[in-house]
Nanobody, 121 residues
Framework: QVQLVESGGGLVQSGGSLRLSCAASGRIFSIRDMAWYRQAPGKQRELVARITNNGNTNYADSVKGRFTISRDNAKNTVYLQMNSLKPEDTDVYYC???????????????WGQGTQVTVSS
């Protein structure tokens, strides 16, 4: 069974930094894109950043220049370095991965359980 487990969330002051990690485990054959989303209560989940398996990235306009997504393919892990954090970055952050498990012939999207990021003013 495939699992995505996030870590690194917490409380930080405005202007501070946090680094989120998300490790995929289980019988994984291949991972294509990995991404970070965020969601506030009552709002739709929105894309923060995405990275392909060869390292191409794209970001939401609201985080460009402040957040950096990266991945370690050997560890099946994606990271989100968040700098110059603002109170409006407060959300639950979710990672996802487009992957093929060892038990499947097709790719599917898997989600982590979410990690809370709170930025105080």
């Amino acid at each position: 069974q495939v699992q995505l487990v996030e870590s690194g969330g917490g409380l930080v002051q405005s202007g501070g930094s946090l680094r989120l990690s998300c490790a995929a485990s289980g019988r994984i054959f291949s991972i294509r894109d990995m991404a970070w989303y965020r969601q506030a209560p009552g709002k739709q989940r929105e894309l923060v950043a995405r990275i392909t398996n060869n390292g191409n990235t794209n970001y939401a306009d609201s985080v460009k220049g402040r957040f950096t997504i990266s991945r370690d393919n050997a560890k099946n892990t994606v990271y989100l370095q968040m700098n110059s954090l603002k109170p409006e970055d407060t959300d639950v952050y979710y990672c996802n991965a487009d992957l093929r498990s060892g038990l499947s012939l097709s790719f599917a999207i898997y989600w982590g359980q979410g990690t809370q990021v709170t930025v105080s003013s």
